[in-house]
């Protein structure tokens, strides 16, 4: 068996690790930034309705239902990215993905659509305004990322406002479901009691409950993960800028 030319493997290596590191095509490149222009003014048209509704009433309170409709539409929307992740276009986990997702849509249809008693309560918009401002960067984001052109402003706003909107979206979340609490536990909206012909029971109070438990052990390691990707990304660019 003749040798391996010195080098061969390291190329070849090489080519492999340039394939694995190449983005999506030309069709799918296209495709991913009329979707993420599509998401990035739809957040726009929520925030844009939240001032005029703001303006108009002269009060914050109520605000959700000047903007219930695009937020149900554009929120849901956000799963084709589950979609994405699973079809190799984008190179983010279908897990992580999906979790993030599901939970926004899971509080948008399964919380504050379905309980309409705590559409009027402040935490809603305090989590509907966190996720307007950090969709209308992040869809921004991912843009200018595709046509490779991202404006620094862009990527350091994507890696710095989470230290105050992860928290305040949390809060705004976990003090909805925790507003909805009563009025499931009395309607029993959405649980199954025994006894019925299969035989399996469901308390959707309960599983709020844990939902909002589940918070304790996430929302720390998204926190941190986000804090670690800001040094990673932003990191040498502020260490230079100590050096100037």
């Not at 509080?107 to 996720?131: G, I, K, N």
């Not at 918070?215 to 990673?232: A, D, V, W």
Request: net charge positive.
């Amino acid at each position: 068996m003749s040798a391996a030319a010195p080098g061969t493997s390291k190329a070849a290596h090489s080519d492999v690790a340039a394939k694995k590191k190449k983005g999506p095509g030309a069709l799918a490149t296209a495709y991913l930034v009329i979707y993420n222009v599509v998401m990035t003014a739809g957040w726009l048209v929520i925030a844009v309705g939240l001032v005029r509704a703001y303006l108009a009433r002269g009060s914050y309170h109520g605000l959700y239902y000047s903007i219930e409709k695009p937020l149900k539409f554009f929120q849901t929307g956000a799963l084709l990215e589950i979609l994405h992740c699973a079809v190799g276009i984008v190179p983010s986990s279908v897990v992580l993905t999906g979790f993030q997702v599901m939970s926004r849509v899971f509080l948008t249809w399964a919380v504050t659509h379905s309980v309409r008693e705590v559409q009027s309560e402040d935490s809603v918009l305090l989590f509907v305004t966190a996720w307007t401002v950090t969709e209308i960067i992040r869809y921004s984001f991912y843009t200018f990322s595709l046509l490779n052109h991202l404006p620094y402003l862009i990527k350091w706003a994507r890696y710095t406002f989470f230290f105050v909107l992860y928290p305040m979206g949390v809060t705004g979340e976990l003090l909805t479901i925790y507003a909805a609490l009563p009025y499931v536990q009395k309607t029993g909206l959405y649980s199954v009691t025994l006894p019925n012909k299969y035989n399996f029971s469901f308390d959707y109070y309960t599983f709020l409950i844990l939902i909002m438990i589940s918070y304790i052990p996430l929302f720390p390691q998204l926190y941190f993960h986000m804090i670690r990707q800001r040094k990673k990304v932003l990191g040498h660019v502020e260490d230079y800028s100590k050096v100037e």
